[in-house]
């Protein structure tokens, strides 16, 4: 008698293969990749901050992300969320329906190689009635693509426009302001301070900056389905810290807090 055995590694591989799909594996460990690595482009700044600026600037600095950032939280942050999950969710039914369309037009093939068997006027009747069906129900999913197309498309230009004037709100009128804010806010100490109300006026043009940012990348994750997308938002996530690692530093030392704003 022979015996065989299994190794535990192939037996592992087995089990991945059999119980976990593969490929969708492979994508979620690609936006945990993608999210550790913004998570570490967002908290760039007060790397740099606490590496290059002394404590004085790191002061200005967090009063100024501190008011400056209630809009980005307060309004932008829930509509980029919702708006993430919207794109994500039509993203989710084009994908669906383009792969129902694929599998119902493997099983028309093995059909149509079955109808092959029957005799002539049969098979040429079956065509014929498979054909008119096959139309009809391109023709029908086409337009349902379509509409949710139309739908995405509409959308997303109705809250781009909505944050673009969001951010152009803060950045043209509320930048003129902030010695006010901050004298409300703060105090008069911080509200007659130029360089805090400088900084303060940074985060206001910022914020038109991180509102037309939030929402296309929204749009972007949303409709992202394969790794090939994934990973060409990691390069460009990757080329955009660079150009932050080389400018940010230059910047901070000459300008300051409002040198780390323009950075970011």
């Known amino acids: 008698t022979t015996t065989t055995t299994t190794s535990p590694l192939s037996s592992t591989s087995s089990y991945l293969t059999q119980n976990i799909h593969l490929p969708t594996l492979h994508l979620t460990l690609l936006f945990t990749l993608q999210g550790l ?3 570490l482009l967002t908290e760039a700044d007060k790397i740099v901050l606490s590496t290059l600026a002394d404590s004085y600037d790191q002061g200005v600095y967090a009063l100024a ?3 400056g950032g209630l809009a980005a939280r307060l309004l932008l942050q829930p509509m980029e969320e919702n708006a993430r999950l919207f794109f994500s969710q039509k993203g989710a039914r084009l994908e669906g329906r383009r792969q129902r369309r694929l599998e119902q037009g493997h099983e028309d ?3 149509d190689g079955i109808d092959n068997n029957n005799n002539e006027d049969e098979n040429n009747r079956a065509n014929k009635g498979k ?3 096959s ?4 023709t029908a999913h086409h337009d349902d693509d379509g509409d949710i197309l139309k739908e995405l498309e509409d959308t997303y230009f109705f809250l781009l426009r909505v944050v673009v004037c969001i951010g152009l ?3 043209a009128i509320a930048s003129n302001y902030t010695s006010v804010l ?5 105090g008069r100490r911080w509200g007659s301070n130029a360089e805090a109300s400088a900084a303060l006026s940074a985060f206001c043009v910022y ?3 991180l509102a037309l940012n939030g929402i296309t990348e929204a749009f972007v994750y949303g409709v992202a389905r394969s790794g090939n997308d994934v990973g060409k938002i990691g390069l460009v996530h990757a080329a955009v810290g660079g150009v932050f690692a080389l400018i940010a530093p230059g910047l901070v030392q000459s300008h300051g807090a409002v040198g780390l704003v323009s950075a970011n």
């Open 37 to 39: 690595f913004k998570h």
């Open 65 to 67: 992300a501190s008011y």
């Open 109 to 111: 093939d093995g059909a």
């Open 131 to 133: 054909e008119i069906e």
């Open 135 to 138: 139309k009809t129900s391109t």
């Open 169 to 171: 709100l803060f950045a």
């Open 182 to 186: 901050l004298r409300l806010l703060a």
């Open 207 to 209: 914020t038109a900056f």
